[in-house]
């Protein structure tokens, strides 16, 4: 199966709360699994990405956490803030970059102020 | 330029027109990547062009659709004969090489009315 499932579809989160975002797989030859975020008329920009010899990664208010053996991982932002309403996509690969990338439908995230 | 560039922004075409899409990857990237996003849901696979050779045309929806990178550089997407479902936005990506990061642009949004 190449389906990368995402939910929630939307999400509405207070400023200064968490948001959490999940995704699942089947394919195990999956070995790169990014995280986009897209503003409206904007292409997908890519904000932190993981392999899956680790558990968890990092990068400022932005962190995923990875379960190999679930086929799993989500997105946490910790202190959302309003500037980060936008579409969320994950995704899954076989290698780093756009290659044959598999995308989540995307969850539509709003902050409120 | 600093990004991919891709024009025109949008293009409305009638049922059973021809359309060309362009894409302007960032200078000296040799990967290029053309993805369909329709309309809620996250973007899909369409071809990979190594330079000016098209490695992989397996997302491709239907012989109406061609691509080309005849000098290794700008890329044009066509639709012959458009439909209805055809209507979507088309991002363009490139990357240094395969297997490294990939910049999308920010689309070209194609209704056929």
């Known amino acids: 199966q190449q389906q990368v499932k995402q939910s929630p579809q939307s999400l509405i989160v207070q400023k200064g709360g968490i948001s959490i975002i999940n995704c699942a797989y089947e394919?195990?030859?999956?070995?790169?699994f990014p995280w986009y975020q897209q503003f409206p008329g904007k292409g997908p920009a890519l904000l932190i990405a993981i392999r899956p010899d680790v558990s968890e990664k990092k990068e400022g208010r932005f962190t995923i956490s990875f379960n190999k053996s679930a086929k799993q991982f989500s997105l946490h932002i910790m202190d959302s803030q309003p500037g980060d309403s936008a579409t969320y996509f994950c995704?899954?690969?076989?290698?780093?970059?756009?290659?044959?990338?598999?995308f989540g439908a995307g969850t539509r995230l709003f902050v409120k102020a | 330029g600093a990004g991919v560039s891709q024009s025109p922004r949008y293009k409305v075409a009638k049922r059973g027109q021809d359309v060309a899409l362009r894409c302007d990857p960032i200078?000296?990237?040799?990967?290029l990547f053309w993805y369909q996003q329709a309309l809620g849901q996250g973007p899909e696979f369409l071809t990979y062009f190594q330079n000016e050779a098209q490695l992989d045309k397996s997302g491709l929806p239907s012989d109406r659709f061609f691509a080309e990178r005849p000098e290794g550089s700008v890329s044009t997407l066509k639709i012959q004969r458009t439909q209805q479902e055809d209507s979507a936005v088309y991002l363009c990506a490139s990357s240094p090489i395969m297997n490294t990061e990939a910049f999308f642009g920010q689309g070209t949004r194609l209704t056929v009315v």
């Open positions: 995704a899954a690969s076989v290698n780093t970059g756009g290659f044959k990338t598999i």
């Open positions: 200078s000296g990237h040799v990967s």
């Open positions: 394919n195990t030859a999956f070995d790169y």
